[in-house]
């Protein structure tokens, strides 16, 4: 069964950091694409990053192009974001889905980002 | 990066059938046949439940269909359930490894 466990979230200052991490199980890690995607609270979705099999290829929602890093440790089967200079509007439920191109075709059941003023 | 363009919320009885529209622009909905949607009840995730415009993932009743025309995508659902209650994204691959979403539509069974 295909698995993936977001964890990482929490209440932060305007301006402060976080490290989400993604666990999956149930597949072959390496051989997927994998992406960010986040849900502010009443909103829909909104793609954030996404990072290739090797890791060779990473690619951003423009708005947080210089503050959110994506990277992965295939040997671990997790996925990561990290998260700088975070604002009010970052304030939302970050999921980590699985890309099986060009579809996300499986998803975990998100973290809660929750940035304070 | 715009997001695609969703109506807020649509309704239908049971049994009746109900089309969400999607619209983007020729350089997403328009340029791409990787127009996705993907059904979401309260509190849980996503779950994808058209890929490709119009292909349906194993599992998935065939009462759930999609087409496009153009810059504008739809997601009709015949025969509708109670269990059809839920909200609704449209998504499609903007280039470069990008992607873009909707604004969701919630969808009522009456």
Known sequence: EV??????????????????SCVVSGFTFSDYWMSWVRQAPGKGLEWVANIKQ????KNYLDSVKDRFTISRDNAKSSLYLQINSLRVEDTAVYYCARVNWPRFDSWGRGTLVTVSS | QSALTQPPSVSGSPGQSVTISCTGTSSDVG?????????????????????????????????????????????TISGLQAEDDADYHCCSYAGSYTWVFGGGTKLTVL
């Open chain 1, 3 to 20: 698995q993936l466990v977001e964890s990482g979230g929490g209440l932060v200052q305007s301006g402060g950091s976080l490290r989400l």
């Open chain 2, 31 to 75: 340029g791409y046949n990787y127009v996705s949607w993907y059904q979401q009840h309260p509190g849980k995730a996503p779950k994808v439940i058209i890929y490709d415009v119009s292909k349906r993932p194993s599992g998935v009743p065939d009462r759930f269909s999609g087409s496009k025309s153009g810059n504008t995508a739809s997601l």
């Open chain 1, 54 to 57: 090797a890791g060779t290829e």
